[in-house]
């Protein structure tokens, strides 16, 4: 009898049983869960987790790394689908997330409990409550007013990881915790969970992106944007949707996620659901003249790049409307400039200019209203001085750096066309050092033309060059190195461009031309002939009267 007497008093000492429990501890049972994590469907994790608000919860974190999906089950058996990763420390192993659902919570706690202090581990379970005390083995503190709770291991089963270990007042210390390669069981402190903050650029977070479950949007109506934007350039249609719908649903008085929304129903050619959208935004927007602006760039860019014929809603004239709507609710200049852009659209090039020129005048004013001033002039058939004086304010309006670079382009094309060669060749000099050596093939071809014009051969040479690098299988530019340098004696180089050439095609007769030259300069006969009489199968009439000069 005295046996059995003290086998109780030894099982009471090591294991509290669950009606020793405080009633909020017991409580904190209901907000425990299961995790799993799944990748292309597969397991790759099981563990346990505590939700900590409504539909906000903790876990580890590296259950979660390659994982593109996972469910929680809660202590009542409800399965819910894992929407979008909080925040996660990866040094601690602490991860927040968001499922979608009504759900129990316990709450953190404000504050640690001491070293050798009682705390109690809640399992998860489907039926009754499983919770049992765990001593503190030890503490320490971590980033200022953290703590780090040490357990015994004898005390921890691998079944309680990932659970809430709660005080006496059924608040959260933190969740139990085993480092993923084996060790001491911890727990960091669930107020680390407070400092995860999400901005525009948690979509590009190193440790976030190590999961395929997205980000949640944050709650920033401006870093909101960012995340946006962000995801419209991921080209994953399924994500980029999902943050769409949440900022719809988060920020409904905003027009930019209806905008987004049409967007995509733009693109997939669903123009009256577009339209819909917008409508839906105009009003709910509290900044209506950005919805009717929104509007109006949608309709302004159907109208220019679609091909669509079907859908008549959609005009010139009622994407002026809508920016005029805009003007007339908020005069902002932006608003005329959309005003000038339709209007030049329309084919009204002078109410564009005059448009465009009076915003010259306000807080706008930048070497594009210029340059669109000027293009206006252009379809106005005005002269060149017209136009160059125009793409001279341009240049003047804008610091001397790469954002001038596309105006001086303009002037410079505009004067080679006039045929004005020094004032042209001397922009693009200018373009070239602005754009720091990075201008395209096509650009160095136009140089090197106004370059061998101006009879700069060196120059020229060296620009047909930097082409030729930025475009090898365009057999022109070969063709034009070799013909400067047939012009300046270069016999041997000029053969050695078209063997260049041919690697590329063997269909050009120019490149057999200036070959057979170079070779007949060189008194090579044989092979001056041998590329002529190629030049002459492929239909060049020059072909005959070189023959008889080299023969």
Same mark, same amino acid.
């Given at each position: 009898?005295?046996?059995? +007497?003290?086998?109780?008093?030894?099982?009471?000492?090591?294991?509290?049983?669950?009606? !020793?429990?405080?009633?909020?501890?017991?409580? /904190?049972?209901?907000?425990?869960?299961?995790?799993?994590?799944?990748?292309?469907?597969?397991?790759?994790?099981?563990?346990?987790?505590?939700?900590?608000?409504?539909?906000?919860?903790?876990?580890?974190?590296?259950?979660?790394?390659?994982?593109?999906?996972?469910?929680?089950?809660?202590?009542?058996?409800?399965?819910?689908?894992?929407?979008?990763?909080?925040?996660?420390?990866?040094?601690?192993?602490?991860?927040?997330?968001?499922?979608?659902?009504?759900?129990? !919570?316990?709450?953190?706690?404000?504050?640690? +409990?001491?070293?050798?202090?009682?705390?109690?581990?809640?399992?998860?379970?489907?039926?009754?409550?499983?919770?049992?005390?765990?001593?503190?083995?030890?503490?320490?503190?971590?980033?200022?007013?953290?703590?780090?709770?040490?357990?015994?291991?004898?005390?921890?089963?691998?079944?309680?990881?990932?659970?809430?270990?709660?005080?006496?007042?059924?608040?959260?210390?933190?969740?139990?915790?085993?480092?993923?390669?084996?060790?001491?069981?911890?727990?960091?402190?669930?107020?680390?969970?407070?400092?995860?903050?999400?901005?525009?650029?948690?979509?590009?977070?190193?440790?976030?992106?190590? *999961? =395929?479950?997205?980000?949640?949007?944050?709650?920033?109506?401006?870093?909101?944007?960012?995340?946006?934007?962000?995801?419209?350039?991921?080209?994953?249609?399924?994500?980029?949707?999902?943050? +769409?719908?949440?900022?719809?649903?988060?920020?409904?008085?905003?027009?930019? =996620?209806?905008?987004?929304?049409?967007?995509?129903?733009?693109?997939?050619?669903?123009?009256?659901?577009?339209?819909?959208?917008?409508?839906?935004?105009?009003?709910?927007?509290?900044?209506?003249?950005?919805?009717?602006?929104?509007?109006?760039?949608?309709?302004?860019?159907?109208?220019?790049?679609?091909?669509?014929?079907?859908?008549? /809603?959609?005009?010139?004239?009622?994407?002026?409307?809508?920016?005029?709507?805009?003007?007339?609710?908020?005069?902002?200049?932006?608003?005329?400039?959309?005003?000038?852009?339709?209007?030049? /659209?329309?084919?009204?090039?002078?109410?564009?200019?005059?448009?465009?020129?009076?915003?010259?005048?306000?807080?706008?004013?930048?070497?594009?209203?210029?340059?669109?001033?000027?293009? *206006?002039?252009?379809?106005?058939?005005?002269?060149?001085?017209?136009?160059?004086?125009?793409?001279?304010?341009?240049?003047?309006?804008?610091?001397?750096?790469?954002?001038?670079?596309?105006?001086?382009?303009?002037?410079?094309?505009?004067?080679?066309?006039?045929?004005?060669?020094?004032?042209?060749?001397?922009?693009?000099?200018?373009?070239?050092?602005?754009?720091?050596?990075?201008?395209?093939?096509?650009?160095?071809?136009?140089?090197?033309?106004?370059?061998?014009?101006?009879?700069?051969?060196?120059?020229?040479?060296?620009?047909?060059?930097?082409?030729?690098?930025?475009?090898?299988?365009?057999?022109?530019?070969?063709?034009?190195?070799?013909?400067?340098?047939?012009?300046?004696?270069?016999?041997?180089?000029?053969?050695?461009?078209?063997?260049?050439?041919?690697?590329?095609?063997?269909?050009?007769?120019?490149?057999?031309?200036?070959? =057979?030259?170079?070779?007949?300069?060189?008194?090579?006969?044989?092979?001056?002939?041998?590329?002529?009489?190629?030049?002459?199968?492929?239909?060049?009439?020059?072909?005959?009267?070189?023959?008889?000069?080299?023969?």
């Amino acid at each position: 009898m005295k046996k059995q +007497i003290l086998c109780a008093l030894i099982i009471g000492a090591t294991y509290t049983p669950s009606f !020793a429990q405080p009633s909020p501890v017991k409580k /904190a049972a209901q907000s425990v869960f299961s995790l799993t994590t799944f990748k292309q469907g597969n397991i790759i994790a099981t563990t346990n987790g505590v939700f900590t608000a409504n539909g906000e919860a903790l876990s580890m974190w590296h259950p979660f790394v390659d994982a593109d999906s996972a469910v929680v089950v809660d202590s009542k058996g409800n399965k819910y689908i894992v929407e979008s990763l909080l925040g996660a420390n990866d040094i601690y192993d602490l991860c927040k997330f968001r499922i979608k659902g009504k759900t129990a !919570a316990t709450p953190l706690a404000s504050k640690a +409990i001491a070293n050798g202090s009682k705390a109690w581990v809640v399992s998860y379970t489907v039926k009754k409550p499983e919770t049992h005390s765990i001593p503190i083995a030890s503490t320490e503190a971590f980033m200022d007013s953290l703590t780090y709770y040490l357990f015994n291991d004898t005390d921890v089963s691998s079944s309680q990881l990932g659970c809430p270990i709660v005080n006496d007042q059924g608040q959260l210390l933190g969740i139990m915790q085993r480092p993923k390669t084996g060790g001491r069981a911890y727990s960091a402190d669930a107020r680390l969970s407070s400092q995860f903050k999400l901005t525009g650029l948690s979509l590009n977070d190193n440790t976030l992106r190590k *999961c =395929g479950i997205r980000t949640a949007l944050p709650s920033n109506a401006n870093d909101a944007m960012v995340t946006l934007m962000l995801a419209s350039q991921r080209g994953d249609s399924l994500l980029y949707t999902a943050y +769409i719908d949440e900022f719809i649903s988060t920020f409904p008085q905003l027009p930019d =996620g209806y905008t987004a929304k049409a967007q995509q129903e733009m693109a997939g050619g669903h123009f009256a659901i577009a339209a819909k959208n917008m409508e839906i935004a105009i009003k709910n927007a509290e900044r209506k003249d950005e919805a009717h602006s929104n509007y109006s760039k949608l309709i302004y860019q159907k109208m220019l790049y679609s091909n669509d014929s079907l859908y008549t /809603a959609w005009t010139l004239d009622k994407a002026l409307q809508e920016a005029e709507l805009a003007y007339s609710i908020n005069p902002q200049p932006a608003y005329r400039h959309q005003q000038a852009q339709i209007y030049y /659209a329309k084919g009204d090039y002078q109410k564009a200019y005059d448009t465009f020129m009076s915003l010259t005048s306000t807080d706008m004013r930048s070497g594009d209203l210029f340059y669109e001033a000027a293009q *206006c002039q252009r379809q106005l058939q005005a002269p060149d001085t017209t136009i160059i004086h125009l793409l001279d304010s341009a240049v003047a309006a804008q610091p001397r750096d790469i954002t001038a670079a596309p105006f001086v382009l303009e002037r410079g094309l505009t004067y080679y066309r006039a045929n004005k060669l020094r004032p042209a060749f001397i922009d693009f000099c200018q373009y070239d050092s602005l754009m720091k050596g990075r201008g395209t093939h096509t650009f160095y071809y136009i140089k090197y033309q106004c370059e061998n014009k101006m009879h700069l051969y060196q120059q020229a040479l060296n620009d047909i060059a930097h082409a030729i690098v930025l475009n090898r299988a365009e057999p022109t530019y070969y063709a034009e190195m070799a013909s400067v340098q047939l012009k300046v004696g270069q016999n041997e180089n000029a053969i050695q461009t078209t063997d260049l050439a041919l690697q590329v095609t063997d269909q050009d007769p120019d490149i057999f031309i200036i070959r =057979g030259i170079a070779f007949g300069e060189m008194k090579q006969k044989d092979k001056a002939l041998e590329a002529l009489n190629k030049a002459k199968a492929l239909g060049d009439e020059r072909a005959d009267k070189l023959i008889e000069k080299y023969k």
